[in-house]
Protein backbone atom coordinates (compact mmCIF):
# COMPACT_ATOMS: atom_id res chain seq x y z
CA UNK A 1 0.00 0.00 0.00
CA UNK A 2 1.59 3.32 -0.84
CA UNK A 3 0.91 7.06 0.62
CA UNK A 4 2.05 10.85 -0.44
CA UNK A 5 2.84 13.35 2.25
CA UNK A 6 -0.31 14.44 1.49
CA UNK A 7 -2.27 11.55 2.37
CA UNK A 8 -2.39 11.36 6.28
CA UNK A 9 -1.55 7.34 7.43
CA UNK A 10 -4.68 6.38 9.79
CA UNK A 11 -3.59 4.22 12.35
CA UNK A 12 -5.65 2.59 14.70
CA UNK A 13 -3.98 1.68 17.59
CA UNK A 14 -5.65 -0.55 20.94
CA UNK A 15 -5.18 -1.71 23.85
CA UNK A 16 -6.75 -2.88 26.85
CA UNK A 17 -4.95 -3.33 30.12
CA UNK A 18 -2.90 -0.75 32.35
CA UNK A 19 0.75 -1.66 31.44
CA UNK A 20 -0.61 -1.39 27.44
CA UNK A 21 -1.18 1.79 27.96
CA UNK A 22 1.18 3.02 29.95
CA UNK A 23 3.59 2.16 26.75
CA UNK A 24 1.34 2.85 23.78
CA UNK A 25 0.58 6.51 25.70
CA UNK A 26 4.22 7.59 24.27
CA UNK A 27 2.88 6.41 20.63
CA UNK A 28 -0.31 7.54 20.41
CA UNK A 29 0.74 11.02 22.12
CA UNK A 30 2.96 10.71 19.36
CA UNK A 31 0.40 9.90 16.32
CA UNK A 32 -1.71 12.84 17.22
CA UNK A 33 1.01 15.49 17.15
CA UNK A 34 2.38 14.14 13.71
CA UNK A 35 0.59 15.65 10.88
CA UNK A 36 1.93 12.53 8.86
CA UNK A 37 -0.72 10.43 10.83
CA UNK A 38 -4.81 10.05 11.37
CA UNK A 39 -4.99 8.52 15.15
CA UNK A 40 -7.51 6.43 15.83
CA UNK A 41 -7.63 4.91 19.36
CA UNK A 42 -9.41 1.48 20.64
CA UNK A 43 -9.55 0.51 24.24
CA UNK A 44 -10.75 -2.75 25.03
CA UNK A 45 -11.14 -1.83 28.97
CA UNK A 46 -9.62 -5.32 30.29
CA UNK A 47 -8.61 -3.39 32.89
CA UNK A 48 -11.30 -1.00 33.62
CA UNK A 49 -10.56 1.67 36.49
CA UNK A 50 -6.43 0.86 36.23
CA UNK A 51 -6.61 1.71 32.33
CA UNK A 52 -8.99 4.65 33.12
CA UNK A 53 -5.75 5.92 35.31
CA UNK A 54 -3.24 6.06 32.49
CA UNK A 55 -5.94 7.29 29.72
CA UNK A 56 -6.38 10.27 32.32
CA UNK A 57 -2.91 10.85 32.71
CA UNK A 58 -1.60 11.11 29.14
CA UNK A 59 -4.50 12.72 27.88
CA UNK A 60 -5.77 10.13 25.83
CA UNK A 61 -9.33 9.83 24.59
CA UNK A 62 -10.71 6.44 23.23
CA UNK A 63 -12.77 6.66 20.04
CA UNK A 64 -14.07 3.45 20.76
CA UNK A 65 -14.11 1.60 24.43
CA UNK A 66 -15.54 -1.46 23.94
CA UNK A 67 -15.75 -1.60 28.36
CA UNK A 68 -15.82 -5.72 28.32
CA UNK A 69 -14.55 -6.59 31.99
CA UNK A 70 -16.71 -8.36 33.79
CA UNK A 71 -15.91 -9.70 37.63
CA UNK A 72 -13.81 -13.18 37.65
CA UNK A 73 -13.54 -12.91 33.22
CA UNK A 74 -12.67 -15.76 32.13
CA UNK A 75 -9.81 -15.69 28.99
CA UNK A 76 -12.33 -16.85 26.46
CA UNK A 77 -14.20 -13.99 27.58
CA UNK A 78 -11.76 -11.38 27.00
CA UNK A 79 -11.17 -12.77 23.34
CA UNK A 80 -14.67 -13.46 22.10
CA UNK A 81 -15.80 -9.64 23.25
CA UNK A 82 -12.54 -7.90 22.16
CA UNK A 83 -12.58 -9.79 18.91
CA UNK A 84 -15.71 -8.57 17.96
CA UNK A 85 -15.67 -4.92 18.92
CA UNK A 86 -12.44 -4.93 17.50
CA UNK A 87 -13.43 -6.28 14.11
CA UNK A 88 -16.20 -3.77 13.80
CA UNK A 89 -13.60 -0.83 14.78
CA UNK A 90 -11.42 -2.05 12.09
CA UNK A 91 -14.91 -2.56 9.54
CA UNK A 92 -15.86 0.82 10.25
CA UNK A 93 -12.46 2.80 10.07
CA UNK A 94 -11.14 0.88 7.71
CA UNK A 95 -7.11 1.87 8.69
CA UNK A 96 -4.11 1.89 7.13
CA UNK A 97 -2.38 -0.15 9.90
CA UNK A 98 -3.25 -1.65 13.10
CA UNK A 99 -0.86 -0.93 16.18
CA UNK A 100 -0.63 -3.60 18.94
CA UNK A 101 1.33 -3.54 22.11
CA UNK A 102 2.91 -6.59 23.66
CA UNK A 103 1.43 -9.89 24.87
CA UNK A 104 -2.54 -9.04 26.59
CA UNK A 105 -5.16 -10.19 24.95
CA UNK A 106 -5.99 -7.37 23.54
CA UNK A 107 -2.79 -7.71 21.11
CA UNK A 108 -3.57 -11.12 19.71
CA UNK A 109 -6.73 -10.44 18.75
CA UNK A 110 -6.16 -6.53 17.82
CA UNK A 111 -3.82 -8.57 15.25
CA UNK A 112 -6.27 -11.02 14.18
CA UNK A 113 -9.38 -8.40 13.58
CA UNK A 114 -6.61 -6.79 11.75
CA UNK A 115 -5.67 -9.63 9.98
CA UNK A 116 -9.39 -10.54 8.83
CA UNK A 117 -9.68 -7.68 7.00
CA UNK A 118 -6.37 -7.84 5.43
CA UNK A 119 -4.68 -4.74 7.48
CA UNK A 120 -0.96 -4.74 8.19
CA UNK A 121 -0.17 -4.73 11.65
CA UNK A 122 2.38 -3.22 13.42
CA UNK A 123 3.61 -4.75 17.19
CA UNK A 124 5.13 -2.87 19.90
CA UNK A 125 7.22 -4.46 22.14
CA UNK A 126 7.57 -7.55 19.90
CA UNK A 127 9.89 -10.41 20.15
CA UNK A 128 10.02 -10.97 23.70
CA UNK A 129 10.40 -14.97 24.57
CA UNK A 130 10.87 -17.86 26.83
CA UNK A 131 9.99 -20.40 24.71
CA UNK A 132 8.02 -22.22 26.93
CA UNK A 133 4.18 -21.49 25.89
CA UNK A 134 2.99 -21.88 29.61
CA UNK A 135 5.58 -19.41 31.21
CA UNK A 136 4.56 -16.28 31.62
CA UNK A 137 0.85 -18.22 30.92
CA UNK A 138 -0.87 -16.73 28.56
CA UNK A 139 1.30 -14.05 27.51
CA UNK A 140 3.60 -16.17 25.91
CA UNK A 141 1.44 -17.43 23.43
CA UNK A 142 -0.12 -14.04 22.90
CA UNK A 143 2.90 -12.25 21.72
CA UNK A 144 3.97 -15.24 19.47
CA UNK A 145 1.04 -15.32 18.05
CA UNK A 146 0.89 -11.39 17.83
CA UNK A 147 4.58 -11.36 16.00
CA UNK A 148 2.95 -14.28 13.59
CA UNK A 149 0.16 -11.80 12.48
CA UNK A 150 2.62 -8.43 12.18
CA UNK A 151 3.94 -6.74 8.93
CA UNK A 152 6.41 -4.35 11.10
CA UNK A 153 7.97 -5.61 14.12
CA UNK A 154 9.57 -2.95 16.51
CA UNK A 155 11.32 -5.25 18.71
CA UNK A 156 12.59 -3.09 22.25
CA UNK A 157 15.92 -4.44 22.37
CA UNK A 158 18.54 -6.90 19.95
CA UNK A 159 17.89 -9.86 21.62
CA UNK A 160 14.28 -9.22 20.61
CA UNK A 161 14.86 -8.88 17.21
CA UNK A 162 17.41 -12.07 16.94
CA UNK A 163 14.53 -14.35 18.72
CA UNK A 164 12.27 -12.66 15.38
CA UNK A 165 15.10 -13.65 13.08
CA UNK A 166 15.38 -16.94 14.36
CA UNK A 167 11.47 -17.66 13.92
CA UNK A 168 12.10 -16.79 9.51
CA UNK A 169 10.73 -13.14 10.32
CA UNK A 170 12.63 -11.16 7.78
CA UNK A 171 15.27 -8.32 8.71
CA UNK A 172 13.81 -5.68 7.00
CA UNK A 173 10.69 -5.87 8.76
CA UNK A 174 12.05 -5.66 12.31
CA UNK A 175 13.10 -2.48 14.10
CA UNK A 176 15.06 -2.12 17.28
CA UNK A 177 13.85 0.85 19.01
CA UNK A 178 13.86 0.70 22.38
CA UNK A 179 10.98 0.40 24.89
CA UNK A 180 8.31 2.89 25.25
CA UNK A 181 8.24 1.69 29.14
CA UNK A 182 10.83 4.28 28.86
CA UNK A 183 10.01 7.08 27.42
CA UNK A 184 6.34 7.46 29.79
CA UNK A 185 8.50 6.88 32.75
CA UNK A 186 10.75 10.01 31.52
CA UNK A 187 7.81 11.75 31.04
CA UNK A 188 6.00 11.12 34.49
CA UNK A 189 8.64 10.72 37.46
CA UNK A 190 10.03 14.15 38.70
CA UNK A 191 12.03 16.23 41.46
CA UNK A 192 10.25 16.91 44.72
CA UNK A 193 7.03 14.60 43.24
CA UNK A 194 4.48 15.14 45.82
CA UNK A 195 1.95 11.65 45.86
CA UNK A 196 -1.53 11.90 45.31
CA UNK A 197 -2.25 8.68 47.65
CA UNK A 198 -2.17 9.58 51.10
CA UNK A 199 -0.64 6.50 52.47
CA UNK A 200 2.36 7.41 50.20
CA UNK A 201 2.46 10.83 51.19
CA UNK A 202 2.78 9.67 54.74
CA UNK A 203 6.31 8.32 53.91
CA UNK A 204 8.47 10.69 53.89
CA UNK A 205 10.61 11.42 56.50
CA UNK A 206 9.96 7.47 57.77
CA UNK A 207 13.51 5.94 58.50
CA UNK A 208 12.92 2.55 57.19
CA UNK A 209 13.89 1.73 53.81
CA UNK A 210 11.19 1.20 51.15
CA UNK A 211 10.33 -1.82 49.25
CA UNK A 212 7.63 -1.44 46.33
CA UNK A 213 6.00 -4.83 45.78
CA UNK A 214 3.59 -6.02 42.86
CA UNK A 215 2.93 -9.54 42.30
CA UNK A 216 0.00 -10.59 40.15
CA UNK A 217 0.56 -12.66 37.17
CA UNK A 218 -1.18 -16.05 36.66
CA UNK A 219 1.45 -18.75 37.42
CA UNK A 220 2.14 -16.73 40.75
CA UNK A 221 -1.86 -17.56 41.72
CA UNK A 222 -2.20 -20.41 44.65
CA UNK A 223 0.66 -21.37 46.43
CA UNK A 224 3.50 -18.95 45.02
CA UNK A 225 1.48 -16.33 45.86
CA UNK A 226 1.16 -17.40 49.57
CA UNK A 227 4.89 -18.31 49.54
CA UNK A 228 5.27 -14.71 48.57
CA UNK A 229 3.33 -13.28 51.08
CA UNK A 230 4.35 -15.63 53.97
CA UNK A 231 8.04 -14.34 52.44
CA UNK A 232 7.32 -10.78 52.79
CA UNK A 233 5.56 -11.10 56.64
CA UNK A 234 8.65 -12.84 57.64
CA UNK A 235 10.81 -10.35 56.62
CA UNK A 236 8.13 -7.62 58.21
CA UNK A 237 8.45 -8.95 61.24
CA UNK A 238 12.06 -9.95 61.81
CA UNK A 239 13.24 -6.10 60.30
CA UNK A 240 12.78 -2.76 61.71
CA UNK A 241 14.56 -0.87 58.63
CA UNK A 242 11.80 -2.00 55.84
CA UNK A 243 8.44 -1.01 55.06
CA UNK A 244 6.87 -2.90 52.66
CA UNK A 245 4.50 -0.77 49.99
CA UNK A 246 2.41 -3.48 48.24
CA UNK A 247 0.18 -2.92 45.15
CA UNK A 248 -2.93 -5.34 45.84
CA UNK A 249 -4.41 -6.28 42.38
CA UNK A 250 -7.76 -6.19 41.84
CA UNK A 251 -7.93 -9.85 40.67
CA UNK A 252 -9.73 -11.81 44.05
CA UNK A 253 -6.58 -14.35 43.14
CA UNK A 254 -4.55 -11.84 44.23
CA UNK A 255 -6.68 -10.11 46.74
CA UNK A 256 -7.34 -12.95 49.20
CA UNK A 257 -3.63 -14.19 49.96
CA UNK A 258 -2.47 -10.78 50.20
CA UNK A 259 -4.83 -9.22 52.49
CA UNK A 260 -5.17 -12.61 54.72
CA UNK A 261 -1.57 -13.23 55.49
CA UNK A 262 -0.74 -9.28 55.01
CA UNK A 263 -3.31 -7.38 56.72
CA UNK A 264 -2.62 -5.77 60.10
CA UNK A 265 1.16 -6.20 59.46
CA UNK A 266 2.78 -3.58 61.25
CA UNK A 267 5.48 -2.91 58.57
CA UNK A 268 3.10 -3.98 55.53
CA UNK A 269 0.92 -1.15 53.99
CA UNK A 270 -1.38 -2.58 51.26
CA UNK A 271 -2.79 -0.34 48.62
CA UNK A 272 -4.95 -0.48 45.85
CA UNK A 273 -3.41 -0.29 42.58
CA UNK A 274 -1.74 3.20 42.39
CA UNK A 275 -2.37 5.25 40.29
CA UNK A 276 0.87 5.49 37.36
CA UNK A 277 2.22 9.17 38.80
CA UNK A 278 2.11 8.20 42.28
CA UNK A 279 3.14 4.06 41.62
CA UNK A 280 6.53 5.46 39.25
CA UNK A 281 7.51 8.04 41.39
CA UNK A 282 7.69 5.65 44.24
CA UNK A 283 9.56 2.94 42.21
CA UNK A 284 11.87 6.30 41.73
CA UNK A 285 12.14 6.40 45.53
CA UNK A 286 12.01 2.74 46.68
CA UNK A 287 15.26 1.10 47.76
CA UNK A 288 14.44 -1.95 45.76
CA UNK A 289 11.43 -3.93 43.99
CA UNK A 290 9.90 -7.31 44.46
CA UNK A 291 7.70 -8.25 41.60
CA UNK A 292 6.16 -10.68 38.85
CA UNK A 293 6.09 -7.99 36.27
CA UNK A 294 7.20 -7.32 33.20
CA UNK A 295 7.74 -3.93 32.54
CA UNK A 296 9.16 -3.28 35.91
CA UNK A 297 12.21 -5.09 35.00
CA UNK A 298 12.18 -2.36 31.86
CA UNK A 299 11.40 0.36 34.14
CA UNK A 300 13.52 -0.16 37.24
CA UNK A 301 16.65 0.04 35.42
CA UNK A 302 16.35 3.51 34.69
CA UNK A 303 15.87 4.28 37.93
CA UNK A 304 18.71 2.56 39.57
CA UNK A 305 16.37 0.41 42.09
CA UNK A 306 17.10 -2.98 41.93
CA UNK A 307 14.48 -6.01 41.05
CA UNK A 308 14.04 -9.07 42.35
CA UNK A 309 12.07 -11.19 40.35
CA UNK A 310 9.88 -13.55 41.55
CA UNK A 311 9.59 -15.90 38.50
CA UNK A 312 11.94 -18.91 37.27
CA UNK A 313 12.36 -17.87 33.93
CA UNK A 314 11.66 -14.23 32.06
CA UNK A 315 11.46 -12.97 28.31
CA UNK A 316 13.48 -10.41 29.15
CA UNK A 317 16.90 -11.64 29.64
CA UNK A 318 18.51 -8.65 29.00
CA UNK A 319 17.86 -7.24 32.60
CA UNK A 320 19.10 -10.11 34.34
CA UNK A 321 22.40 -10.08 32.01
CA UNK A 322 23.02 -6.69 33.19
CA UNK A 323 22.30 -7.81 36.36
CA UNK A 324 19.78 -4.86 37.16
CA UNK A 325 17.26 -8.01 37.42
CA UNK A 326 17.61 -11.37 39.90
CA UNK A 327 15.40 -14.33 39.32
CA UNK A 328 14.86 -15.32 42.84
CA UNK A 329 11.31 -17.42 42.11
CA UNK A 330 8.51 -17.83 44.36
CA UNK A 331 9.57 -19.72 47.21
CA UNK A 332 9.71 -18.38 50.98
CA UNK A 333 13.15 -18.77 51.80
CA UNK A 334 14.87 -17.77 49.07
CA UNK A 335 13.01 -14.69 48.95
CA UNK A 336 13.83 -13.81 52.15
CA UNK A 337 17.52 -14.73 51.50
CA UNK A 338 17.75 -12.44 48.88
CA UNK A 339 15.76 -9.62 50.17
CA UNK A 340 18.10 -9.57 53.56
CA UNK A 341 21.21 -9.88 51.24
CA UNK A 342 20.26 -6.87 49.65
CA UNK A 343 19.38 -4.95 52.68
CA UNK A 344 22.94 -5.84 54.09
CA UNK A 345 25.67 -6.00 51.65
CA UNK A 346 25.92 -2.55 50.46
CA UNK A 347 28.58 -4.17 47.69
CA UNK A 348 25.80 -6.28 46.15
CA UNK A 349 22.99 -3.20 45.98
CA UNK A 350 25.65 -1.19 44.88
CA UNK A 351 25.96 -3.79 42.15
CA UNK A 352 22.09 -4.20 40.92
CA UNK A 353 21.20 -0.26 41.69
CA UNK A 354 24.53 0.91 39.13
CA UNK A 355 24.33 -1.43 36.34
CA UNK A 356 23.58 0.34 33.44
CA UNK A 357 19.69 -0.26 31.81
CA UNK A 358 19.34 -2.35 28.59
CA UNK A 359 15.77 -1.17 27.40
CA UNK A 360 15.90 2.09 26.37
CA UNK A 361 16.46 5.97 26.05
CA UNK A 362 13.44 7.50 25.89
CA UNK A 363 13.01 7.85 22.08
CA UNK A 364 11.07 4.91 21.31
CA UNK A 365 8.38 6.01 20.28
CA UNK A 366 9.76 8.37 18.17
CA UNK A 367 11.24 5.23 16.19
CA UNK A 368 8.79 3.75 16.22
CA UNK A 369 6.42 6.20 14.52
CA UNK A 370 9.61 6.95 11.94
CA UNK A 371 9.25 2.75 11.43
CA UNK A 372 5.82 3.44 10.24
CA UNK A 373 6.37 6.19 8.19
CA UNK A 374 9.27 4.25 6.51
CA UNK A 375 6.25 0.91 6.02
CA UNK A 376 4.60 3.16 3.51
CA UNK A 377 7.82 4.29 1.92
CA UNK A 378 7.97 8.58 3.78
CA UNK A 379 11.11 8.32 4.87
CA UNK A 380 14.50 6.75 5.58
CA UNK A 381 15.09 3.50 7.94
CA UNK A 382 15.78 4.52 11.42
CA UNK A 383 18.55 3.75 12.74
CA UNK A 384 18.57 0.98 15.73
CA UNK A 385 18.75 1.65 19.23
CA UNK A 386 21.66 0.70 20.77
CA UNK A 387 22.05 0.58 24.38
Known sequence: MSKTPREPIKVLSCFGTRPEAIKMAPVV?????????????????????????????????????????????????????????LEEAVQKERPDMVLVHGDAHTSFVGALAAFYHRVPVGHVEAGLRTHDKWLPYPEEMNRVLADALSDSLYAPTATARDNLLAEGRPAEAIFVTGNTAIDALFWTVRPGYQFRREALRALAGRPEKVIAVDCHRRE???????????????????RRDVLFVVSVHKNPEVQEPVRRLLAGEERVILEEPVDYPDWANLLDSAHLIVTDSGGLQEEAPSL????????????????????????????????????????????????????????????????????????????????????
Open 29 to 85: RGLAADPAFQSVLAVTGQHREMLDQVLEHFGLKPDYDLNLMVPRQTLGHIVTEALGG
Open 220 to 238: NHGRPMEQICLALRDLARA
Open 304 to 387: GTPVLLCRDQTERPEAVAAGTVRLVGAERPRLVEAVDQLLDDAAAYAAMSEAANPYGDGHAAERILAAIKHHFGLGPRPADFAP
